[in-house]
């Protein structure tokens, strides 16, 4: 067996494909007041601390008392928010996470809470974003409040996302919109053809294949490719104006985008703000968690055995082509001796 072989094995066996998903809990609250007592403490010295603390747990006591007279009322205005981050890459891979971050908060949060998901994404493929979507519409449907923050980017697919939000917050430089689809592909036909290389493709049903890599496109294969984009078009202006329905959708899915400020005036965002600014506005009177799940690392990522197998199966990759020629001299040598 060769080294690159054996290598290959200890890649597979630290890189198991079934880690189980952990999740991690941060509460926003309790993080941000240390952070503002350690600020404190830093400029104004551990006596100042000390009075904000008392004049902050006397606050806190007449919440309470305030709270214990009017429990309903304080009931309807305390729900809780929780974040979700979600970086979106062409194939929506961070749905894998996403899906077990809702399903947690389907079986724990109360109907009212508040879901806040920041949402950072280009778009990428149908499929992959339109399960991205359908996940987002699970917390609607239990009952759920749904808000989502781009500071960035959310277009195309990532729009398809931020449009089932009950509301929908930007930076004023974001970039929203793109509700369009668009495929392209080289051709090689054309080369393959006059290097007297022949292509055979065999197929059963009518458009099991229209255009292709390899083959030569014909005006009938371009027709029903871009009848399919279309299609797709229609399901993707649909969706949209399902659950943005006050929104101009023939006005806006042109495959154009926007900047918060025009998207605002188009009505494709509700409201311009950061994510930060809208988050540090709900910690106020709202007990705020962010929730992050991540593939549990394996023992021997966790001791680094993982990287460092995968650096020298790098530099075996890089070095095997001169190996194989020096090889290969060295037998043919052999022989004419």
């Not at 009017?70 to 062409?90: C, M, P, R, S, W």
């Not at 009950?166 to 090689?188: M, Y």
């Not at 065999?202 to 299609?231: I, P, S």
């Not at 600014?277 to 055995?305: C, F, M």
Request: charged letters at 30%; one cysteine or more; aromatic letters at 6%.
């Amino acid at each position: 067996m060769t080294s690159l072989s054996i290598l290959g094995i200890i890649i597979m066996l630290f890189h198991s494909p079934k880690n189980p998903i952990e999740l991690k809990i941060l509460h926003l609250n309790e993080a941000q007041k240390q952070r503002r007592e350690d600020l404190m403490e830093a400029t104004q010295g551990k006596d100042a601390l000390k009075q904000f603390k008392k004049a902050m747990a006397k606050k806190a006591k007449k919440a309470l008392k305030a709270k214990s007279k009017n429990k309903k009322k304080e009931a309807d205005t305390k729900a809780q928010v929780f974040v979700l981050d979600f970086d979106g890459d062409i194939k929506a891979t961070a749905v894998k996470h996403l899906r077990e971050e809702i399903s947690t908060l389907i079986s724990a949060a109360n109907k009212g809470d508040e879901v806040v998901v920041r949402l950072e994404s280009g778009g990428g493929l149908v499929h992959g974003y339109g399960l991205a979507a359908a996940q987002l519409v699970r917390l609607k449907e239990a009952g759920l409040k749904l808000t989502v923050c781009v500071d960035k980017v959310a277009a195309s697919g990532g729009y398809m996302m931020a449009c089932v939000a009950d509301k929908i917050i930007a930076a004023p430089f974001a970039v929203i919109g793109s509700i369009g689809v668009v495929s392209q592909l080289p051709n090689f036909h054309k080369w393959l053809k006059n290097h007297d290389v022949d292509y055979e493709m065999f197929t059963a049903g009518d458009y099991k294949r229209t255009v292709t890599v390899f083959g030569e496109n014909d005006a009938e294969d371009r027709a029903k490719y871009q009848e399919e984009l279309e299609q797709t078009h229609e399901l993707f202006k649909h969706f949209v104006n399902t659950y943005r329905p006050e929104l101009d959708v023939a006005k806006v899915a042109t495959g154009e985008h926007w900047y918060g400020e025009d998207a605002l005036k188009l009505n494709l965002v509700d409201n311009l703000q950061t994510s930060d600014s809208y988050i540090l506005a709900r910690l106020e009177d709202n007990e705020v968690y962010a929730l992050h799940s991540r593939q549990k690392p394996t023992l021997a990522e966790k001791l680094g055995l993982s990287q460092a197998a995968e650096a020298t199966l790098n530099i075996v990759v890089d070095k095997l082509p001169d190996a194989l020629a020096r090889f290969d001299l060295d037998s043919r040598l052999n022989i004419l001796k």
